[in-house]
């Protein structure tokens, strides 16, 4: 089976912001909101020894995605390639994905209320097309192919040449977004943008921490309540409690 | 996809409370994925096209479904764009469908300034203005109207403007922009580099930005190619006082003292010839002059520069010796952009005189050759001979000035000034007078003193607020232009711009207009075209494609010869009267300018003040983007670069707001500081097209800093008459409170 | 009988007393009442099945991954689950609108204003007895209960106060109304309403449908009446209400009938 990844090239990127001006005409992503971000770093050192680069950040399909665990009706998905999907029939817009994702992928819909993120233009390679970022991307710095093919140039990239991935010791979930560049442009980029720790918002850890074993116990305690009752019935016979 | 929208149709249609629910929370089986504001119902339809977000005109491929464009992507036919589009063309629905844009003919009912209008039919404003135009020239001649025009629509006036007599025509690409470049390598190797400039990144071995912050200042091909020189190995020279997008990718980065580029290419001319890193075979084979050269350089050591640009000598030298290591591969972008001290043709002679030293003139990784493409034309009745001349200058006061582009300045000038002659009229189309020339309130003085100030345009920019007459065109996806003919790519081409949705509004096109104006002033003669497509076919009849690929592909490419080993003896690739490429310009000789360039000083910012300079933003175009609501949203308003140093002198802290004052007491609005170590002391930097004065433009009106707006003083390069602008200095002062 | 003969509290019976009532049926629940609750009954089964089934995060399921995938089976998608749930949540909610405004001055008000549903000092005291009867730590007799008995009383008390948060909390979550952080703590809600009626359900249905002794209270849910004996033996205040009504009602008809006089 597939397992999609994607691989920017920070040594040509220019930060042209092509990719995401094409990804939310593509997906109606409302103005000011944006399934994918192109940054540059602080400029960092003293004049004239300084230092600094672009980036572009969007999901990174991860394979050990915070997002689908927290996610109350099951609207966030990992399909068989790996891409995380959004159902949007299911999404009840409730942000605990939001607040899971560690590099801050997803974002509320401002008009239709629903998480919205980078689904690698699921639909689109569905097709046989590429992703809207990787066709417009004016300096061909966007690769996107399957990891599993060993021959493709993202898992060239990726396994040979030296490219990237923006984990920490401490949060390491397997993003599939790789980054190719100088050994310390990436070191500065992974330095700048870090994953953060997956958080939950007040109800979720309240229903996870909380009620969640609160309920379970009721319901447990309730049953074993009425089972030993029902042992007790049958102990006793029908008959005499009609009596 | 969100289909929730039918959805929420279908729950506000609901009736019966029984089948309510049923109803709310039903949805449309799964759609095929399809382009964002289709229902469904209609076809997409897909049209090629050529873009206009900036004037690069890349290929575009326009998603229609309903008449309604629903996606703009890169067309991947175009031989130079491959399929490729950057924010600005992604985000062209923006301009369609922008609220603001221009509706309507309208008729200044108040005073200059006011911005007072009365919509009126086109009828009555082309009789108008034809009626206008034929008072003028009978009481002031055909002279007395001068034009503006900007973008390949332009030409269809441009006819008109000829045939109704008057010689006075100019655009900001000269004066404003890449005159003076055009012109020093003109004189070098006998043409001029136009756009795209002919400059071959992609086999580059070492690419030399001195006058190009690519990158921040984005084409989508010449992107493409840096990016593949990149990839290649090239490595990269920035000159370039801010720490720019290609300077944090630069091998080498030299902050060089602002206006002091020239002194950087001697030295470096120095160290080629001096320790014999030059192309010794190309330059004895194919130049004239070196000899003069080698002695003019002699003096201008990297020790001597090292003075003048505060860059170390060892890094001069250094550079200089890469240039000669990776020759002739070595491609020095001309830049585009190049009106910034008024010695500017002197230094695009520089940098060519460096480009013919290191061979790379007609070679592979340096600039390559432009190869013509015959193109058909009409045939036309002569254009009436004028008897007074030109008044902007062009070919008299700026001896080397080009008579087709002209020098705005010069009109502004004349209108002013009455001489030679008094200009009583402006038909300005696709040019903001106010923003791309500087010494605006020159410029408004002007438009005080004319009969007619006649805009064409798309968007209701603030120069509207003078107009007489404000027509509305159409954009570049309601309307047909002239077909592009490139000949400076690899593969030249024709491409084409036709309409893929009708004009909105009242929206014309440009052919339009011209066509009916000439018809009420007597010169359909000018105009035998019936048709756009008529007018298409004639044009490129000579080039023997055929016509139907061109509209369905939008484009189509011929075979190149872009090295010297394509040249023939006839097609020879120094196109100059004397076959050799000038490093000794004797036509420089001729005008009374210097024959080598020769550094001169600069003035210094005096004490509290530092050297306004301005550039690009990947997502805007000038002053024609910051209404569109997607590249507004990526970038709202400038912010003034000021490094450390600089800020905590005048107090100011990354984040407030200030105000930029100028020497002359002149101030922008209020603008945000951003610190950084990212630029030199001696400097503050904006993003050009901020600020801007059009009330109507509900996301664009005051923005942060107007770079244009502080530009009071200029420094007009003598020879083209391009207006130098990075000559104004400036200081942060707080801004005060809004009121 | 006649009101004077109406016992205070509950007295030992000859056995041809205790035959009669017997026999005799006394009237308990109005059709509406049977209707509304069988069709809470079925809407809890559903919404239930596939709610558990529309949960699948590790955070918040209660359900196995087999149910899982046979609910999804049987749906085809899960958005046609979803969609099915919100179908019977509105139509839930669409009777209750229905129920009340036309029917609560008959129904709702009546159960609720008339004090049957709020516990009493005898209804406390049952609770406690009744706790420690089942641990087998006492042999007291239960106080006298009203038409429904404490533990029917809080569990109705849950539902009433459930209902209403399980149906906002839906309707919340189905149309995304008033931003994520509210929809969060709707999410919780949701669950915690739902997780709470299942555990008194499981009583409920344990009583109701399982345990012998309260045979003729399911039956009565079908046909509305209960026996007399019954009704004197579990439910005591309410049968003395009942034949103060009877009592009533006979006076009034002696009155006006003394030909029809039937004696006790």
């Known amino acids: 089976m597939a397992r999609y990844g994607m691989v920017t090239d920070l040594r040509m990127c220019v930060a042209c912001h092509a990719c995401t001006v094409a990804c939310n005409a593509e997906w109606d992503v409302p103005a000011g909101q944006a399934r994918t971000e192109v940054r540059t770093t602080p400029v960092a050192g003293t004049f004239p020894s300084l230092t600094s680069s672009v980036f572009v950040a969007q999901c990174n399909q991860c394979d050990r995605p915070p997002c689908v665990d927290a996610c109350p009706s099951g609207a966030t998905h990992r399909t068989a390639s790996g891409i995380v999907s959004v159902d949007k029939k299911l999404c009840i817009g409730c942000g605990f994905c939001v607040d899971a994702c560690p590099y801050d992928a997803r974002h509320l819909d401002r008009v239709t209320k629903k998480v919205d993120k980078c689904d690698f233009c699921l639909s689109r390679i569905e097709r046989g097309q590429e992703p809207v970022c990787v066709a417009t991307c004016t300096a061909h710095a966007k690769y996107f192919g399957d990891l599993e093919d060993r021959g493709g140039i993202v898992s060239r990239m990726v396994y040979e040449d030296g490219a990237r991935r923006i984990e920490t010791g401490a949060v390491a979930v397997g993003p599939n977004v790789y980054y190719a560049g100088r050994p310390a442009q990436l070191d500065l980029v992974g330095a700048t943008y870090p994953p953060r720790q997956p958080r939950m918002p007040a109800s979720a850890a309240v229903w996870r921490r909380a009620f969640k074993p609160l309920m379970l116990a009721a319901i447990g305690a309730t049953f074993l309540g009425q089972a030993l009752a029902f042992f007790t019935q049958l102990k006793t016979g029908e008959k005499d409690f009609e009596d | 996809m969100s289909t929730d929208t039918i959805s929420r149709r279908q729950f506000l249609g609901t009736v019966a409370a029984a089948g309510a629910s049923a109803a709310v929370v039903a949805s449309p089986a799964e759609a095929a994925p399809h382009p964002p504001g289709w229902s469904g119902d209609e076809r997409v339809e897909q049209i090629a096209t050529i873009c206009e977000m900036c004037f690069w005109r890349c290929g575009v491929l326009a998603s229609v479904a309903g008449g309604k464009v629903v996606r703009l992507e890169g067309n991947p036919d175009h031989p130079l764009t491959r399929g490729r589009l950057c924010a600005r063309g992604n985000a062209g629905t923006g301009l369609l469908y922008d609220p603001d844009r221009l509706k309507y003919p309208m008729l200044r009912t108040g005073k200059r300034g006011e911005g007072q209008f009365k919509r009126i039919s086109w009828d009555e404003a082309l009789d108008f203005l034809a009626a206008k135009l034929k008072a003028i020239k009978d009481a002031h001649g055909p002279e007395a109207a001068a034009f503006f025009p900007h973008g390949i ?40 580099l136009g756009s795209p400039e002919p400059v071959d990144l992609e086999s580059s071995k070492l690419i030399v930005l001195i006058g190009s912050h690519l990158g921040e200042n984005v084409f989508t091909s010449q992107i493409t190619a840096f990016a593949s020189g990149l990839r290649g190995g090239a490595k990269v020279i920035a000159v370039d006082p801010r720490f720019s997008t290609a300077a944090a990718k630069a091998d080498w980065w030299l902050p060089i003292r602002p206006g002091t580029d020239i002194a950087l290419l001697l030295a470096w001319m120095h160290v080629l010839i001096g320790e014999n890193l030059y ?233 339009w207009i011209a066509k009916q104006l000439a018809s009420r002033m007597g010169l359909e003669a000018w105009f035998p075209w019936k048709t756009p497509d008529e007018h298409l076919d004639t044009i490129v009849g000579p080039m023997e494609i055929n016509g139907r690929t061109l509209r369905s592909r939008g484009a189509v490419a011929f075979q190149g010869r872009p090295y010297i080993e394509d040249r023939t003896e006839d097609d020879g690739f120094i196109q100059t009267s004397s076959g050799k490429i000038q490093l000794y310009s004797e036509e420089l000789k001729d005008a009374g300018a210097d024959p080598l360039p020769r550094y001169t000083e600069v003035d210094p910012p005096p004490a509290g003040y530092v050297r306004l300079i301005y550039g690009r933003a990947p997502m805007h175009s000038f002053a024609r983007s910051q209404n569109n609501e997607a590249l507004h949203a990526l970038m709202s308003e400038n912010e003034v670069w000021l490094h450390t140093a600089t800020a905590s002198e005048h107090h100011v802290a990354d984040g407030d707001r200030i105000v930029l004052e100028n020497t002359d007491g002149g101030r922008s609005r209020p603008v945000r500081v951003k610190v950084t170590e990212g630029i030199r002391r001696d400097c503050a930097y904006l993003v050009h097209g901020f600020g801007q004065g059009g009330r109507v433009l509900r996301r664009a009106f005051g923005r942060g800093a107007s770079d244009t707006s502080l530009m009071s003083r200029v420094k007009v390069d003598p020879l083209t008459g391009g207006t130098g602008m990075r000559v104004n200095f400036v200081r942060p002062i707080p801004a005060a409170p809004a009121t | 009988m006649k009101t004077s003969a109406i016992p205070l509290g509950p007295v030992p019976l000859t056995a ?249």
């Open chain 2, 279 to 511: 192309d010794r075979d190309y330059v004895t084979q194919h130049a004239s002059g070196f000899d003069q050269l080698a002695a003019h350089v002699k003096a201008f050591t990297p020790e001597w520069a090292e003075g003048i640009t505060e860059l170390p000598a060892e890094q001069i030298r250094e550079t200089a010796r890469a240039m000669g290591a990776a020759k002739p591969a070595v491609a020095i972008h001309p830049g585009r952009h190049v009106t910034w001290y008024g010695d500017d043709t002197q230094r695009a002679r520089a940098m060519a005189i460096l480009t013919a030293l290191l061979g790379s003139w007609g070679r592979r990784g340096g600039l390559f050759l432009p190869t013509p493409v015959s193109r058909g034309s009409f045939d036309l009745p002569s254009f009436p001979d004028s008897t007074r001349g030109r008044a902007d200058g062009a070919g008299t006061r700026f001896p080397l000035a080009s008579e087709e582009l002209g020098v705005t300045n010069g009109l502004v000038d004349a209108t002013l000034t009455g001489d030679p002659y008094p200009i009583k009229a402006w038909i300005v189309y696709g040019q903001n007078v106010l923003e791309s020339i500087p010494q605006r309130e020159r410029t408004l003085k002007a438009i005080e003193a004319l009969d007619l100030m006649v805009v064409v345009d798309v968007l209701p920019v603030e120069q509207i607020n003078y107009a007489d007459l404000v027509l509305p065109e159409a954009t570049y996806l309601e309307r047909y232009d002239p077909p592009v003919i490139v000949t400076t790519a690899k593969q030249p081409f024709v491409s084409i711009r036709q309409p893929v949705c009708e004009p909105l509004h009242e929206s014309k096109p440009g052919w």
């Open chain 2, 153 to 192: 629509g332009s030409r269809f006036f441009g006819t008109l403007m000829s045939a109704y007599g008057t010689p006075n025509s100019a655009e900001p690409s000269f004066a404003q922009c890449r005159g003076p470049r055009d012109v020093g390598y003109a004189l070098t190797f006998g043409q001029a």
């Open chain 3, 16 to 264: 041809e007393q205790a035959e009669g009532m017997l026999q005799h049926q006394v009237k308990k629940h109005y059709l509406t009442s049977i209707l509304l609750h069988w069709f809470n009954a079925f809407v809890w089964l559903f919404e239930l099945m596939t709610g558990a089934a529309l949960i699948t995060s590790p955070y918040f399921r209660i359900a196995p991954e087999w149910y899982l995938s046979i609910a999804q089976d049987v749906f085809g998608t899960r958005a046609s689950m979803l969609r099915f749930h919100l179908a019977v949540g509105i139509t839930w909610l669409l009777v209750f609108v229905v129920y009340g405004i036309f029917g609560f001055r008959a129904y709702l008000g009546r159960e609720v204003l008339q004090s049957k549903l709020f516990l009493d000092a005898d209804d406390r005291r049952w609770l406690v007895v009744r706790t420690l009867r089942i641990l087998g730590r006492s042999c007291e007799p239960l106080p006298p209960q009203g038409i429904y008995n404490a533990g029917q009383k809080l569990f109705a008390q849950l539902v009433f106060a459930a209902t209403p948060v399980i149906l906002v909390t839906g309707l919340i979550m189905a149309f995304r109304l008033f931003g994520a952080w509210v929809i969060g703590w709707a999410v919780v809600a949701h669950f915690v309403a739902v997780a709470a009626v299942v555990s008194g359900l499981m009583i409920h249905v344990y009583m109701g449908a399982v345990f012998p002794e309260e045979k003729p209270a399911f039956f009565s849910m079908v046909t509305g009446t209960v026996n007399e004996l019954f009704a004197y033996s579990h439910h005591f205040k309410w049968w003395r209400i009942v034949k103060q009504e009877e009592a009533e009602w006979e006076a009034a008809h002696d009155r006006l009938t003394p030909a029809n006089r039937a004696t006790p």
